[in-house]
């Protein structure tokens, strides 16, 4: 007869003790469109809690009561774009200031005023018991702040780019089925000359690109077309529109170029790597940003399969290349909303679904991850391998996850990525699956034994 098990021991830990006051030189601030208010100890000053307009005359005395009433860190919410003034103006005059995300504040009932907010904001800044968000150095900001106002600009770009492609299927031009982009070289060639007067749509097919797939036969007869004053006007406002946005986005580029030239040269005298052949796309950088990349990072992130140049800076730039903030990859992934949150309740797994968030580096991560859906690379047989267990959005994060992993990797132990195929992938699956049934057969007192020759069919009784 088998021994009963007697109770699981659970390992013990230690309880915390009564809460202690850790930051005793502690504010709390509570941001507003127009005014803050703001909390001191009540030692500090006879009226603990001042508010203060929004003006920068006004930051500068927030800035010398604190320092009066001998605060040394600051925390605040981060209440859309109102904090980003009083945050600088704090840190420029030395103060250790804390973003914490409002959503986490919110969860207390009954402190539904902006004194209350503040003076809460206080209390638990005291006790130690918020966490400051990550906030990258003022240079990564700079960079980052530059790479989200192109992406703003093409944004903008890509809504004329529609009313471009609305105003021609109104005329009846149907070009956007013979040509994969109506704004490459062989779109724009013949918008162009269609504004310039051209209406014979065998001249206009003529302009073709060498390598475009369709014949000029195909692209005359979607060009034969009413050509409505009004449709062509709008088609002129729309090119001129998107025109001027790419003049932005090429100067936006200088400034991102020049930014880079700022960061410290990590390469150690290594010269950069040739930048991998990729198909251009209307909203590529205007530079190669591969060698900078290498020069700030010291590795060539762009070696991994499906980050490019303008992902890998995208990622860097709200991340940054200090990988210290995170204690493993792990914790780096969970930052990005990437890795499973595993919920469990009574030693069951209630689900595995990740964080919703708006980290823009996990959504750039994704869409790379995405774009492995054809790629011979290891990664995307895990891809595919991941799309057919559980569906390809689950399989992009997860991707997408692995691609945190390995940057992360790379810049904090400096490793060279090496690419070993989907070959090497899928006998590494394979062996590890007859691992894992090897252990099961033997749990259940089996022994598995290898076939030779051709398996027979399986028997049921």
């Keep these: 007869m088998a021994k009963s098990k007697g109770p699981k021991r659970l390992q013990q830990q230690t309880m915390p003790g009564p809460l202690e006051q850790i930051n005793l030189h502690a504010a709390g601030i509570d941001v507003g469109s127009r005014a803050h208010y703001v909390a001191v100890p009540p030692d500090r000053d006879e009226q603990p809690v ?24 600051v925390v605040m919410e981060s209440t859309g774009v109102y904090w980003i003034p009083v945050y600088q103006v704090l840190e420029a005059r030395g103060f250790e200031v804390k973003l914490v995300d409002a959503r986490q504040l919110k969860r207390v009932p009954g402190r539904k005023t902006d004194v209350a907010d503040c003076q809460w904001l206080q209390q638990l800044h005291t006790f130690g018991l918020l966490a400051g968000a990550f906030r990258p150095e003022d240079q990564v900001c700079v960079l980052r702040s530059y790479l989200r106002h192109r992406a703003m600009l093409a944004s903008y770009a890509s809504q004329h780019v529609q009313h471009m492609q609305k105003a021609l299927v109104q005329m009846n031009i149907q070009l956007q089925h013979v040509l994969q982009d109506i704004t490459g070289a062989t779109g724009m060639r013949i918008i162009r000359a269609i504004l310039a007067g051209e ?35 709008a088609l002129q406002q729309a090119v001129d529109l998107v025109d001027s946005y790419q003049a932005k986005i090429a100067a936006c580029d200088e400034r991102i170029q020049a930014q880079l030239h700022s960061f410290e040269d990590r390469s150690g005298g290594t010269p950069p790597p040739k930048g991998k052949p990729r198909r251009k796309d209307r909203n590529d950088l205007t530079f190669d940003a591969t060698g900078l990349l290498f020069r700030i990072t010291g590795v060539d992130l762009t070696a991994v399969s499906g980050l490019g140049a303008h992902t890998v800076l995208k990622v860097i730039s709200e991340t940054g290349v200090d990988m210290s903030r995170w204690r493993s990859s792990k914790h780096f992934g969970s930052w990005l909303g990437l890795a499973p949150n595993n919920r469990v ?37 895990f891809l595919r391998r991941k799309a057919a267990q559980a569906g390809m959005p689950k399989a992009i994060t997860a991707t997408a996850y692995k691609l945190a992993r390995i940057i992360y990797q790379m810049l904090t132990e400096g490793t060279t990525f090496v690419e070993k195929g989907q070959d090497y992938y899928e006998r590494h699956y394979h062996q590890r699956v007859l691992k894992n049934l090897s252990r099961r057969a033997r749990e259940l007192g089996y022994r598995l034994v290898r076939q030779e020759g051709p398996v027979p069919e399986p028997t049921y009784d």
């Design 345 to 381: 309740s009574g030693g069951k797994v209630l689900g595995r679904r990740t964080t919703p968030n708006a980290n823009r580096a996990a959504t750039a991560l994704r869409v790379a991850a995405q774009s492995l859906h054809h790629s011979k690379s290891a990664l995307g047989a």
């Design 199 to 233: 209406r014979d749509p065998y001249r206009l097919a003529a302009l073709r690109d060498p390598q475009c797939k369709n014949p000029e036969e195909t692209i005359a007869k979607a060009l034969q077309g009413d050509w409505r004053e009004e449709h062509l006007f």
């Design 50 to 73: 001042r508010e203060f307009a929004a003006f920068t005359a006004d930051l500068y005395r927030l800035a010398d009561w604190l320092r009066a009433c001998r605060v040394e860190t």
